[in-house]
């Protein structure tokens, strides 16, 4: 008995809950520094306040994988998850850049934090059942390409958020002034919608998808292959939250060696998401690091929106070309090859001449982004028993919040002290480490085109 063979618009609905979860976390990422910078934060401290991000997924994933997996009910296996996720999320949407309405109570600075905690623990629910999903529904050989709609969809609701303040300023006439440490009205909008949008989408993907019950799943052959493949693992089920710990000592060898490859990806990844406005106003606009209340600095925030936006696009255009690419040369080859490409993006930032010339750099960095969304999860998955797919979905996940811990506690201080405040290196950094990870992805195993073979 083999899975059923689902239609592009099948795969598509079921992952469609993504677009709405990157565009709430589009907007954080291209904007959190600044409305935490308006708020009174110095530039050497951002990266402390976003450690609360990858802090929240590293608690948060394995738990929910390791729940969704024993999950079964009226209402589904995953999808419970993720729209519990959505609705925490578009809270925290809504309440940040509004933070100084609770000013009376405690520092703007403080309820904004809080309210990244909150967004970043409720993505981190939502996003863990969609990886897990698509090993659950989609057969061996459609994993890639469901691998790759996931990232064509974050990619599509990225460049709606990372585009949105841009557009209600430069298109509908809102204001980015900012006054007296208020956000500026088109961030307070742009959270707002991105917020509704959210919860519509993860609304199609919980109205429109059947899951297969785990009674379903135990009996399909290719689950069967894969079981059989892994024994040498010895995984058995467990019973038990603290058995995480126990999966994380076994975890499969592909896992091991896929873990280096995502440490190098997400620290650079962090390190451009905290210090790209900073470093661009400080680079390209001719800024100081102190300067974050003028309406030039706001200007750059936008046009970083935009940049992010630019990324984001190219990632979901490529992700329809990866299974493609992977078929012709393998997935290995694949990833490695759009990693380096995507760290050799970050290094151009430091020459570019001009703000638009920053184009052809986020382009670089959107190829790898679409690769680091989806090559990772199709190669891991094949790798996984289907008993374990949710747990060691979110135990996989330790390895791209560690880096960003990482990078959060040192990323400020060489910032400050090796950098001089300027945070263009940081970027640099982040380019280097996208090579690093180039370079390991030939130490991996890919466990599916070993089976397949």
Known sequence: MEKRRLSFWEIWNMSFGFLGIQMGFALQN?????ILQIFGADVHELSWFWIIAPLMGLIVQPIIGYYSDKTWGRFGRRKPYFLVGAILASIGLVLMPQADLFIAFLPALWVGAGMLMIMDASFNVAMEPFRALVGDNLRTDQRTLGFSVQTALIGFGAVIGSWLPYALTNWFGVSNETVEGAIPLNLILSFVIGAVILILSILVTVTTTKEYSPEELANFEDEKVHSEALEKDGEA????LLDIFEDFKKMPETMRQLSWVQFFSWFGLFGMWVFATPAIAQHVYGLSHTDSSSSLYQDAGDWVGILFGVYNLVSALYAFTLPYIAKKIGRKKTHSLS?????LGLLSIYVMPDKNWLIISMIGVGIAWASILAMPYAILAGSISPKKMGVYMGIFNFFIVIPQIINALIGGPLVKYAYGNHAIFALVMSGIS???AAS????VKDVDDIIQS
């Open 237 to 240: 089920e467990k019973s038990n």
């Open 30 to 34: 291209a904007n959190a520094s600044r």
């Open 440 to 443: 390991l992805v030939f130490k």
């Open 434 to 436: 996208f090579l690093i």
């Open 339 to 343: 990693l380096i490409i995507g760290g």
